[in-house]
């Protein structure tokens, strides 16, 4: 695995969040943002002409808060929110009716507590066991049960997180959806991201014949990869800083 090559003028840039900008925390509003990351992204989003895009799992309304007054092209929760622009209005993927079916069979199973929260957004329920990690197989155990016969609905499995959402949508597609948007068309597109719900982004780049970035250890797609969130800020800040645009 080699250290990705340096970003140039000619890319289009894909950045999860958590775990990649952000270090992870143990609950998902214990984050915290280093100072100067939204000036980081303004200057690497400038060289590029506005061809960057975050791609979350977190709704888009979290993204924005924590980048405030930032607000950069964006996918959240996996896809199910689109951003095609600075400034553009969010598409929302209607929720399937199986959600709250669920939702339903979560609270009658008893899965929540005892170090396992269930974050609720909207279009996507989330799982978060970090605080039990010992849990993680008879929760994903548990809820492949319930979703057995939702045939609308898709299980993810994250760090310590796992995620239902409906089926079709995924970072690859949020990727692919960016790509046809003349912001990015026609540039070489590059991921970055460290989770496994990522690889599917990774994919997606690879296909149009960029280059993926895996942050942090796990088996990847991805050719490339940076220790941490500190080395990704420092890639990125390389490209702002260089003199030369390639």
């Known amino acids: 695995m080699t250290p990705p090559p340096p970003l140039s003028c000619r890319h289009a840039l894909f950045l999860d969040f958590d775990g990649t900008l952000v270090d992870i925390a143990e ?5 915290r943002v280093p100072e100067g990351l939204g000036a980081l992204l303004t200057r690497v989003a400038d060289r590029l002409d506005g061809a960057l895009a975050v791609v979350s799992g977190r709704p888009l309304s979290d993204i924005d808060a924590l980048l ?13 929110e689109h951003r095609a622009t600075i400034g553009a209005a969010v598409e929302r993927v209607a929720p399937p009716p199986e959600l709250d079916i669920l939702r339903r069979r979560i609270d009658a199973a008893g899965l929540i507590g005892e170090g396992v929260r269930l974050e609720d957004k909207g279009l996507a329920i989330a799982i978060h066991y970090r605080r039990a990690p010992e849990r993680g197989p008879a929760l994903a155990a548990a809820l492949t049960k319930a979703c057995a016969d939702l ?3 898709h299980m993810l499995h994250g760090k310590m997180v796992l995620e239902i959402k409906s089926q079709g949508h995924d970072k690859g597609v949020a990727v692919t959806t960016f790509l046809n948007e003349p912001v990015f068309a026609g540039r070489v597109p590059v991921f970055v991201g460290d989770d496994v719900t990522d690889e599917d982004g990774f994919r997606a780049v690879l296909s149009a014949g960029g280059f ?8 990847t797609a991805a050719a490339h990869r940076l220790a941490d969130v500190a080395a990704v800020h420092a890639w990125l800040d390389a490209f ?5 645009c390639a």
């Open 212 to 219: 993926a970035v895996k942050v942090g250890a796990g088996e």
């Open 240 to 244: 702002a800083a260089a003199r030369a």
């Open 27 to 31: 609950t998902p509003e214990g984050i």
């Open 68 to 80: 405030k007054p930032l607000r950069l092209p964006a996918a959240g929760l996996h896809g199910l």
């Open 151 to 153: 045939s609308g609905l």
